[in-house]
């Protein structure tokens, strides 16, 4: 291969390899707003068992200052999980977006089942895409590949443009 052919095919394994990033921000912010959901059980999981516990059966002060600490924490973790599950769901229809603007069907499904419908909260491999749309796995891959040049344009437009269309 000459040395101008690699340098092409290395910009384009590297563009590849950035709007697949940009595609699992979806996957990233499910994981972020599930990881807060957790912590938020976990905090009032904590704080409910804690607070129910009276070792000595005698009368103490007033646990005001102990009450209102354990609401700001609560009202703390919500504010983050609200963040967390809003940011989520800008970057699924964000991402949605993109994929409906392919230019096949074809592109769309495997794009789709690949970076939005998670299976839990990992992507479908080529070939369990392959067995549900009744493709070879070496189509998907070659379709997977299409799409990913395909988005690279709306995806990896420079920061400038996406700031002035906001």
């Known amino acids: 291969m000459k040395p101008e052919e690699r340098r092409k095919v290395e910009e384009l394994k590297k563009q590849n390899e950035e709007v697949k990033a940009w595609l699992r921000r979806y996957r990233n912010a499910k994981l972020y707003a599930r990881r807060m959901r957790e912590e938020a059980a976990e ?29 700001a924490a609560r009202e703390t973790m919500r504010e983050k999980l609200a ?17 409906h603007e392919l230019p096949s069907q074809a592109e769309i499904d495997i794009m789709s089942m690949r ?49 002035d269309t906001k």
């Open 83 to 99: 963040r967390a599950e809003k940011r989520m769901a800008e970057t699924y229809m964000e991402i949605v977006e993109a994929i």
């Open 115 to 163: 970076y939005i419908e998670l299976d839990g909260f990992k992507e479908r491999s080529m070939e369990e895409i392959a067995d549900r749309i009744n493709y070879h796995p070496s189509r998907v891959k070659s379709l997977h590949a299409a799409a990913l040049t395909h988005l690279a344009p709306t995806v990896l437009k420079p920061q400038e443009e996406k700031d």
């Open 43 to 71: 905090l009032i999981s904590a704080q409910e068992s804690v607070g129910a516990i009276n070792y000595d059966g005698m009368p103490h002060g007033s646990a005001e200052s102990d009450l209102s600490s354990m609401f």
